[in-house]
């Protein structure tokens, strides 16, 4: 009777176990790609502005328990390479299918590099964050782990068998506060030289669903040519949303632009904007779902 009870006991187990199988090889799954990017700064001093991200993490918010790793490979980005749409892919991965609304970076240092040499560095892990709050476009920052959960503007749906790519904005400018910066006159040849102590880092990163944002691009002209290194300047609700430079050509590209209403305006050194030529960037723009927008700048010397 007990070798019977025994038998019956494996069966039921074997067939439990079958069923969990069956039950995991039935979970639907759709595949992630997230690419990063760079809103960048205008010191054309520094050769390198390095972040390096340790592992990230998506879920929901509501939901401590969600979060499931997509890598857990460290990552190393000079965020001076990614600028005026060029990205660099983080993750492709399948995830189950559902609604996400919050990736989690954990970041471990970031890091200054200066033509002249100097070197600078930031390490979270030692030093922390300045701050425990909530930052602008949904950046929370969690004082315990050191990490960075950032908020989709929308939340991101995965379907069965579906194709998600999303994008990490972040903008150099506003995150690495430098510290003790000191202008120094380069005489005769013009310009200016920069001396820092160092920088402290709080994030300032926005995170979007790809599939339905947009593109703005366009060039910055004068009466003596195009102008390199403008900043391009985007702004939503009264907030500085991201910006750019533009390139050697005049170029810029600002991508990953959900729909809404925006103001965007171009500054560059020795320049003012034309008063006359520049009627179709002066008011609000109108940004659609999957939008492209070319915005181009009349400037003109101050002298």
Do not use: W
Not at 5 to 33: P, Q, R, W
Not at 90 to 115: A, F, H, Q, W
Not at 231 to 240: A, E, P, Q, R, V
């Amino acid at each position: 009777m007990k070798k019977i009870n025994y038998l019956l006991a494996m069966v039921i187990l074997i067939i439990a176990l079958s069923c969990s199988k069956d039950s995991e090889l039935e979970k639907s799954f759709g595949n992630l790609t997230i690419k990063i990017t760079d809103a960048p700064m205008p010191y054309s001093q520094f050769m390198e502005v390095n972040v390096t991200i340790d592992k990230m993490e998506i879920g929901n918010s509501t939901d401590m328990n969600s979060f499931m790793v997509l890598t857990d490979q460290q990552m190393k980005f000079n965020m001076l390479e990614l600028v005026n749409g060029l990205t660099e892919t983080m993750v492709n991965t399948p995830i189950p299918e559902g609604e996400y609304n919050t990736i989690r970076l954990y970041i471990s240092l970031t890091e200054m590099i200066m033509k002249n040499g100097d070197s600078f560095s930031y390490n979270m892990m030692t030093e922390g964050f300045l701050d425990n709050h909530m930052m602008q476009n949904g950046v929370m920052i969690n004082g315990d782990t050191r990490t960075v959960d950032i908020n989709l503007e929308l939340p991101l749906m995965v379907s069965d068998g579906g194709q998600s790519e999303c994008l990490l904005d972040i903008d150099i400018d506003g995150s690495f506060m430098l510290e003790d910066v000191i202008y120094v006159n380069m005489g005769m040849n013009g310009g200016m030289m920069m001396n820092m102590s160092g920088f402290t880092f709080m994030p300032n990163m926005r995170f979007v669903d790809m599939s339905t944002t947009g593109t703005i691009m366009g060039t910055v002209h004068s009466d003596t040519g195009n102008v390199e290194n403008a900043t391009i300047t985007l702004m939503h609700d009264g907030s500085n949303y991201t910006s750019t430079h533009t390139d050697a050509n005049g170029h810029f590209s600002l991508i990953g632009i959900p729909h809404g209403v925006y103001m965007i305006n171009a500054e560059a050194e020795g320049f003012i904007m034309s008063p006359t030529e520049n009627d179709m960037n002066m008011g609000e723009i109108n940004m659609m779902d999957m939008g492209s927008l070319n915005i181009d700048f009349m400037m003109q010397s101050e002298n």
